[in-house]
Structure formats: structure tokens, C-alpha cells
Nanobody, 127 residues
Framework: QVQLVESGGGLVRAGGSLRLSCAAS????????MGWFRQAPGKEREFVAA????????SYADSVKGRFTISRDTAKNTVYLQMDSLKPEDTAVYYC????????????????????WGQGTQVTVSS
């Protein structure tokens, strides 16, 4: 059973930065496609970013492109989301997710494709 544990959320002012981490256990990390999603109050969960199993392919939502960067460290079994130039509209609970049985260069960008989820970490951006 795969376990995903996020950390790094918090309160930051607009224009600031945060780095979220998601530590994976229970399965060889390189077999997992990893993604980040977020859900703001009263809104549906939305895709933020994803990285292929070896990190060679990435994808971003248009709303975060150029500001957020997803990366993964195989030695630490961890995927990161570096968030820069944060805006109040980035306020949400951020979830990491893992998917098995994908080709090494494939990416999943919808929540229903993912098999495992973390508990979420709150990110609040003040204006």
C-alpha cells in the first residue's frame, strides 16, 4: 500500500514562495507517476502539476505555468512543488497523488486517473 505524506504548506503573502513536499512509501518511487492537485473552498479539485515516473516529462495547469515547478528526488522518494509569485487565488488545500501502471514518460492530469492520495496541506496566500 502506497502512503503519501505532504508537508510545507502555510501562510504566505502575495508574491511570496512556498515549497511543498510529498514523501512516498510502500512502493518503488520510480514506478509512480506523481501529481499535485488543489481544492479551494466551494470549488472542485483541480489539476496543478504532474511529473512522469522518472521526471523527464512534466505538465502544468495554465493558471500556474511559469510560477510553479514540479520536481522529484528518487533518492528521497519525494516529489516537490516549488510555488513562486503566489497569488491569493492559489489559496487551497494541496494534495499529492500517485499513479501506478504508466509508461515511464506518461503523465496523468485528471484526478480519476490516480490511485493514491495524500491527506493534503493547506496553503493560504494573503493579499
Amino acid at each position: 500500500q502506497v502512503q503519501l505524506v505532504e508537508s510545507g504548506g502555510g501562510l504566505v503573502r502575495a508574491g511570496g514562495s512556498l515549497r511543498l513536499s510529498c514523501a512516498a512509501s510502500g512502493r518503488t518511487f520510480s514506478t509512480l507517476t506523481m501529481g499535485w492537485f488543489r481544492q479551494a473552498p466551494g470549488k472542485e479539485r483541480e489539476f496543478v502539476a504532474a511529473a512522469s515516473r522518472l521526471g523527464g516529462s512534466t505538465s502544468y495547469a495554465d493558471s500556474v505555468k511559469g510560477r510553479f515547478t514540479i520536481s522529484r528526488d528518487t533518492a528521497k522518494n519525494t516529489v516537490y512543488l516549488q510555488m513562486d509569485s503566489l497569488k491569493p487565488e492559489d489559496t487551497a488545500v494541496y494534495y499529492c497523488a500517485g499513479k501506478v501502471k504508466q509508461l515511464p514518460i506518461s503523465i496523468a492530469t485528471t484526478g480519476r486517473e490516480y490511485d493514491y492520495w495524500g491527506q493534503g496541506t493547506q496553503v493560504t496566500v494573503s493579499s
